[in-house]
């Protein structure tokens, strides 16, 4: 990498030729290919902005300039040219992060990788920038997916309202999110590409006409002044100029020079202005490229040369609940599926193969997929939305207004629930089951297996008036956890020698965690503590089993993979004072704080949610009411003379 190693900063880039850039763009997409094949990665997304983010960092100066990242997933190749070279621990503990990470770099500004953001950030800055009378530029650069969620419109209908505010837009239109991007806003694109010899056919033009002697200049002079008739005539691009913003496109994304010029016009023009790049989501990778699924939009470790995934995982949670997805469709033909914009990564690409007219892809657009889920509950169907539980946060007010106020049984599937940990803060699936507890009759269902999912899947869609919560894990499913009993609603797991009493614990485990609560209860047994083990199932409502349970044990601990604040041992602790129960109760989960990015592993144990570090715990608990219990047993009898 001759060239690519010498870059340490963005103005490096300025002294190159066009020859050197082209060769920079050759040894970054090796790099990148090379690099994340090794650890996984954003592979496709970053092969796609290669020639963009190497002209947006030479006509912008950034950090003084602020290029923003939509979701922020495609921002390698902005690292690598930022003085951030070394992807041998991307996503991992200690290594870069794989989205922008301002404790990275001076350079990154915006770390969430939940989509659609960028234009608020940047009409927020913009607007900072009037006030405060900076020069600075704002550029964000924002997928074509990105652009279906409803808050980027939101940000427009802002940004186009201030005809003299400067702001950059850049349109990154790859034409998939993960797979092919859906709707008007797609289609209205399409046609912008259609005419993607517009600026071509434009220059073309200009120079005919200017070597037309005595009308060609005048004519030309007429057809740029109505350029906007020209325009629509050649490229209509009603939308975005129809809302005042000043449209300039589409732009091959894969040619510096062009991308350049445009981006040179847009910087000068003094008002908001979208540059519409056309771009090729895994260019330069025939795997990639041949990927229709998603053009290796999210890889694990993979063969360089093939693409093919180096290990495969066994059984998947998200896989468990396609196939019973398949089979509750050819059941039931009221039930229909939702997805927003990840058919695939939710599982759903099985039921849209048999029921392609039962599924529906919203785009990224999660509030609109839980309003229109009430709309499809109403109209006398029973929708599944599927989506990732961190990504639900953002149609909270849906779920609460729209779906539980009108009792409408809508069935929520929250996969990537609990830490999932490489993706960092922003992607843990820590907040459902505490956002969630506020939602009156809204139900939550936490699966311990394979088993668990199908049984609780198919409970929950059969619920017509309210709305149901499925929540699973990230990855591998783990083994069959067999209950040994039920009490109520709940599952035992396991039970104290017959000869105990009264036990030591009440033990609630809460979902996937059942082996690591088992585990805890082994290391509790080798002290000589007794546990019941139970499983809720559901974990809200409070199965009513569940104070009278306690009432009959020492002290209650519960363990989620979930946030402490207002989860599940929040709504135990509450129902048993409810219930008059004082029985101590000592609650684990995720700490109300945001997660730096390491693996699954790396994190629970930094947050002590492993079986030792709960285990010893407790085990100090016991010791500590064993404590109270020899004291006031000793105050209890007679003084001795
Ligand atoms: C709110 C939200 N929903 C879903 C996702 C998952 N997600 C990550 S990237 C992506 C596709 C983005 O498509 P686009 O903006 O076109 O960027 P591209 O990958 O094509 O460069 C999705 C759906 C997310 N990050 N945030
Ligand atoms: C950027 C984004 O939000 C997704 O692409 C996410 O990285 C995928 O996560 P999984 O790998 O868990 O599907
Ligand atoms: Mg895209």
């Known amino acids: 990498m001759p060239l690519l190693t010498r870059i340490r900063g963005p103005r490096d880039l300025d002294r190159l030729s066009p020859e050197q850039l082209d060769q920079l763009a050759?040894?970054?997409?090796?790099?990148?290919?090379?690099?994340?094949?090794?650890?996984?990665?954003?592979?496709?997304?970053?092969?796609?902005?290669?020639?963009?983010?190497?002209?947006?960092?030479?006509?912008?100066?950034?950090?003084?300039?602020?290029?923003?990242?939509?979701?922020?997933?495609?921002?390698?190749?902005?690292?690598?040219?930022?003085?951030?070279?070394?992807?041998?621990?991307?996503?991992?503990?200690?290594?870069?992060?794989?989205?922008?990470?301002?404790?990275?770099?001076?350079?990154?500004?915006i770390e969430n990788s939940h989509a659609s953001t960028v234009l608020g950030w940047a009409d927020g800055l913009a607007k900072a920038n009037e006030v405060l009378k900076k020069d600075d530029h704002v550029v964000a650069v924002i997928g074509d997916g990105a652009l279906t969620g409803g808050m980027a419109w939101e940000a427009l209908n802002n940004i186009a309202a201030a005809k003299d505010r400067p702001l950059v837009i850049v349109v990154n239109d790859n034409e998939r999110s993960y797979a092919p991007t859906i709707g008007g806003l797609a289609n209205h694109l399409a046609t912008l590409r259609t005419t993607d010899g517009y600026e071509r056919f434009l220059a073309k033009g200009k120079d005919l006409l200017e070597r037309t002697p005595v009308v060609g200049k005048p004519l030309y002079e007429t057809l740029h002044g109505a350029k906007k008739g020209l325009k629509d005539f050649i490229a209509p691009q009603g939308m975005f100029e129809d809302l005042g913003l000043k449209y300039v496109g589409p732009i091959d994304g894969h040619d510096i020079d062009a991308l350049e010029s445009a981006l040179q016009r847009a910087k000068r023009f003094g008002g908001p202005v979208i540059v519409h790049c056309l771009t090729e989501k895994g260019r330069g990778y025939q795997p990639a490229l041949a990927d229709e699924a998603d053009r290796f939009h999210a890889v694990g470790k993979i063969h360089p040369d093939t693409g093919l995934p180096v290990s495969t995982s066994g059984l998947d949670w998200t896989s468990v609940f396609g196939e019973e997805m398949v089979k509750l469709g050819k059941e039931r033909e009221d039930i229909v599926a939702i997805t927003a914009a990840m058919l695939q990564p939710v599982g759903l690409d099985k039921f849209a193969k048999a029921f392609p007219e039962r599924v529906y892809d919203v785009g990224i657009a999660e509030q609109h997929a839980a309003v229109s889920a009430a709309g499809l509950a109403t109209g006398g169907l029973h929708p599944v939305f599927a989506v990732y539980a961190t990504f639900l946060n953002r149609a909270f007010d849906q779920v609460l207004m729209d779906v539980a106020l009108h009792k409408c049984g809508v069935t929520f599937v929250l996969d990537r629930a609990g830490v999932t940990g490489t993706d960092g803060a922003s992607h843990n699936g820590m907040w459902d089951m505490s956002i969630l507890q506020v939602v009156p009759d809204l139900r939550i269902a936490a699966p311990r297996d394979a088993d668990q999912v199908r049984?609780?899947?198919?409970?929950?869609?059969?619920?017509?008036?309210?709305?149901?919560?499925?929540?699973?894990?990230?990855?591998?499913?783990?083994?069959?956890?067999?209950?040994?009993?039920?009490?109520?609603?709940?599952?035992?797991?396991?039970?104290?020698?017959?000869?105990?009493?009264?036990?030591?614990?009440?033990?609630?485990?809460?979902g996937a965690l059942a082996p690591m609560c088992l585990e805890i209860a082994d290391l509790l047994d080798a002290q000589g503590i007794s546990t019941t083990v139970v499983d809720p199932r559901w974990v809200k409502p409070v199965d009513e089993?569940?104070?009278?349970?306690?009432?009959?044990?020492?002290?209650?601990?519960?363990?989620?993979?979930?946030?402490?604040?207002?989860?599940?041992?929040s709504a135990i602790s509450q129902a048993l004072r409810d219930a008059g129960v004082d029985v101590p109760l000592r609650d684990f989960g995720i700490p109300p704080r945001f997660l730096d990015h390491a693996s699954r592993g790396e994190v629970m144990a930094e947050i002590g949610l492993t079986a030792p570090d709960i285990a010893r715990q407790v085990t100090g608990l016991v010791s500590k009411l064993d404590g109270r219990f020899e004291e006031s047993r000793a105050a209890a009898e007679p003084a001795r003379d």
């Open 545 to 569: 089993a569940m104070a009278p349970l306690a009432e009959q044990h020492r002290v209650v601990v519960t363990v989620e993979d979930n946030s402490r604040a207002g989860g599940v041992g």
């Open 455 to 510: 049984a609780q899947l198919r409970e929950a869609v059969e619920v017509e008036d309210a709305p149901t919560v499925v929540r699973f894990s990230k990855g591998a499913v783990g083994p069959a956890v067999t209950a040994v009993g039920r009490i109520g609603g709940m599952d035992v797991l396991r039970r104290p020698a017959d000869t105990v009493v009264r036990p030591d614990v009440l033990l609630v485990s809460v």
């Open 26 to 109: 050759a040894e970054i997409r090796t790099f990148l290919v090379d690099a994340v094949s090794k650890t996984g990665g954003h592979l496709g997304p970053n092969l796609g902005v290669v020639e963009l983010t190497i002209a947006l960092h030479r006509v912008f100066e950034s950090p003084k300039d602020k290029v923003l990242w939509d979701t922020g997933h495609q921002s390698y190749v902005h690292k690598l040219l930022t003085g951030r070279q070394d992807f041998s621990k991307l996503k991992m503990k200690g290594g870069l992060s794989g989205y922008p990470a301002r404790a990275e770099s001076e350079h990154d500004f």
